[in-house]
T-cell receptor, first 116, second 115 residues
Framework: DQQVKQNSPSLSVQEGRISILNCDYT??????FLWYKKYPAEGPTFLIS?????DKNEDGRFTVFLNKSAKHLSLHIVPSQPGDSAVYFC???????????????FGKGTKLSVKP | GAGVSQSPSNKVTEKGKDVELRCDPI?????LYWYRQSLGQGLEFLIY????????KSGLPSDRFSAERTGGSVSTLTIQRTQQEDSAVYLC?????????????FGPGTRLLVL
């Protein structure tokens, strides 16, 4: 049973436009959410995160929105650039030290293509 | 080195053979994680180390999988009697400590193909 879902396997956007990547989760215990970006043949790199006590976090062109009641988060990239073309993974975790707390649960990823 | 390194970068093996995958975490990072990504799937948690101990092995798919970490640094993931379904990218990540909002930094992965 997937606890973190990225229902769009791919997304194509024109350069300069906004990219919106979506993620849904089922576990209400998740309290920290992250987005990772992955280029081919490289490991995922951390992009941006948000704690469940916030509903928005912004870092340059990247903004993550969290809607706890809907168990939904989204990553906005504006303006999109061709170098943003990569696979984006949504991840979530239950913070803490015991047992499986702290483990990241990943979605399957969304492949973003930004066309020049 | 500046980041997490993994070796080998690619491994092709025959079904039934054992393989060892290595991870060198970022210096000073006490927490180390192993994940794998099968084709078309997300990253699947395998095991986590805090120092040399592994309090959470819940993600290991079978008893053919084991991992160890020595000196609080290098970790090896061993897969015995490999099967074709073990083919995946095995990713290692490390973080300063296992704590709230601690960012995990990933290595480039080892691509394992079992023929």
């Amino acid at each position: 049973d997937q606890q973190v879902k990225q229902n769009s396997p791919s997304l194509s956007v024109q350069e300069g436009r906004i990219s919106i990547l979506n993620c849904d989760y089922t576990n209400s215990m998740f309290d920290y959410f992250l987005w990772y970006k992955k280029y081919p043949a490289e490991g995922p790199t951390f992009l941006i995160s948000i704690s469940s006590i916030k509903d928005k976090n912004e870092d340059g062109r990247f903004t993550v929105f969290l809607n706890k009641s809907a168990k939904h988060l989204s990553l906005h990239i504006v303006p999109s650039q061709p170098g943003d073309s990569a696979v984006y993974f949504c991840a979530a975790r239950v913070s803490g030290y015991g047992g499986s707390q702290g483990n990241l649960i990943f979605g399957k990823g969304t492949k973003l293509s930004v066309k020049p | 080195g500046a980041g997490v390194s993994q070796s080998p970068s690619n491994k092709v093996t025959e079904k039934g053979k054992d393989v060892e995958l290595r991870c060198d975490p970022i210096s000073g990072h006490t927490a180390l994680y192993w994940y794998r990504q099968s084709l078309g799937q997300g990253l699947e948690f395998l095991i986590y180390f805090q120092g040399n101990s592994a309090p959470d092995k819940s993600g290991l798919p079978s008893d053919r999988f084991s991992a160890e970490r020595t000196g609080g640094s290098v970790s090896t993931l061993t897969i015995q009697r490999t099967q074709q379904e073990d083919s995946a990218v095995y990713l290692c990540a490390s973080s300063l400590k296992r704590a709230d909002q601690e960012t995990q930094y990933f290595g480039p992965g080892t691509r394992l193909l079992v023929l």
